[in-house]
């Protein structure tokens, strides 16, 4: 660890997650009056027994209600009022028109399988058992007492050097300027350390590797009060340099985010193009923004890259170059995305990054138009 130690709160810890362990959890029964007041269920739809027995250890531990049912159509009068619903991955029809969003929950041996059916059947997040007991843990904890929480907001290129973190850095600042309490995260360990381009590698916080052994629910207070400046804004980066960091574990990232998430009004994810990266970061994503620039094998990539995304709100940001070819509002019509701005080409911003000054770009006056349109359009956030 760095000099900035990073307190979480422990399961078994009082206030911790697993309080409550070994309540017992009902299946198919209605709430009893032995129950405490403002407890809420869970709805599961399976008819796996192996994965039913999974969650019922899970939802046993955190203290709640479980109700089981074995298809979609008997899910349908419980849907609505359950806290939160988890649909098996034995389950490939599509859910109820207009329910709520669901988790993807499966085992190890599902494999690929399980990200291609949570896009087709509109699944909000997925959870891989037993690995993700911790996170599903927690998210069923924060279901019974949902709390208001920030935008997390996704960056990812539709191809390679779409630009996507120069956007990301970009839409950080401005909404820092804006007054909005912003945290910038890097989410491609291969990609060389987003805190190169801001020129802040010296500076002192938590990077990626400080987090790997973080377990438990991470105090937002802490995160923020542990994590480096740029810019006027906090962020979290891998370390740029060439030593060889070892990646952090998926319930990692899902307990930063969800600090994130509770700490800031906005958190900026350059997420990457790998495919490990996208279910690491996009899963955990409110919205997200697509950068391709205007070419057509880069609307090729992109709409390829879309089947790889989470079924939430997604828009296109067009990189503008000259000479272009192709329109943006073409390449928003063909990838299929709602075109929510054209990112200006700024004379020597590949230069700017290599230097360090990617933020002394986002200064200019287009750059700063630019990024309050997108905030706009994409989080509700206006620069």
């Known amino acids: 660890m760095s000099r900035h130690e990073l307190p979480t709160h422990r399961p078994g810890s009082g206030d911790g997650l697993l309080r409550g362990a070994g309540s017992v959890t009902s299946t198919g029964v209605g709430a009893g009056p032995w129950l405490p007041d403002g407890t809420s269920e869970t709805l599961l739809v399976t008819g796996f027994e192996l994965l039913r027995g999974e969650v019922e250890r899970i939802v046993a531990a955190t203290g709640g209600q479980l109700r089981t049912v074995g298809n979609l159509r008997e899910a349908v009068p419980f849907w ?20 709520s969003p669901a988790v993807l929950v499966g085992l190890n041996e599902d494999g690929d399988r399980l990200w291609h ?13 037993p690995e993700a007991a911790t996170w599903l843990a927690e998210y069923l904890s924060r279901s019974r007492t949902p709390q208001p929480g920030g935008l997390v907001l996704g960056i990812v290129g539709g191809c390679g050097g779409a630009g996507s973190s120069t956007a990301a850095v970009w839409l950080a600042h401005a909404a820092a300027r804006g007054g909005v309490r912003v ?16 020129a802040a590698e010296e500076a002192a916080g938590l990077r990626w590797p400080d987090l790997a052994d973080a377990n438990g629910t991470i105090d937002p207070r802490q995160l923020a009060d542990s994590l480096p400046l740029a810019g006027g804004f906090p962020f979290l980066s891998w370390p740029g340099n060439k030593e060889n960091h070892g990646g952090v574990d998926p319930e990692v990232v899902a307990g930063v985010l969800d600090a994130a998430r509770r700490g800031f009004e906005l958190v900026v994810v350059d997420i990457g193009r790998g ?20 070419l057509l094998r880069a609307a090729v990539a992109t709409a390829r890259l879309l089947q790889d995304l989470p079924p939430v709100e997604t828009v296109l940001v067009v990189r503008g170059r000259p000479g272009a070819v ?58």
């Open 275 to 294: 495919r490990e990266t996208l279910r690491l970061f996009a899963w955990d994503c409110d919205r997200m923004i697509v950068v391709a620039p205007a």
């Open 183 to 198: 945290l910038l995260v890097d989410g491609d360990p291969w990609g060389g350390g987003l805190e190169l381009a801001l």
């Open 117 to 129: 059916l949570a896009a087709a059947i509109g699944a909000e997040r997925v959870a891989v058992l």
């Open 80 to 99: 609505d009022t359950a806290a939160a619903v988890l649909v098996g991955s034995d389950i490939s029809e599509l859910p109820p028109r207009g329910r």
């Open 326 to 383: 192709l329109d943006a509002e073409l390449i928003a019509e063909s990838v299929g995305l709602p075109l929510a701005g054209i990112m200006p080409d700024v004379r020597r911003a590949a230069t700017a990054t290599e230097n360090g000054r990617l933020l002394d770009t986002g200064r200019q006056r287009k750059v700063r138009r630019f990024a309050g349109m997108v905030l706009d359009f994409g989080s509700g956030h206006s620069a």
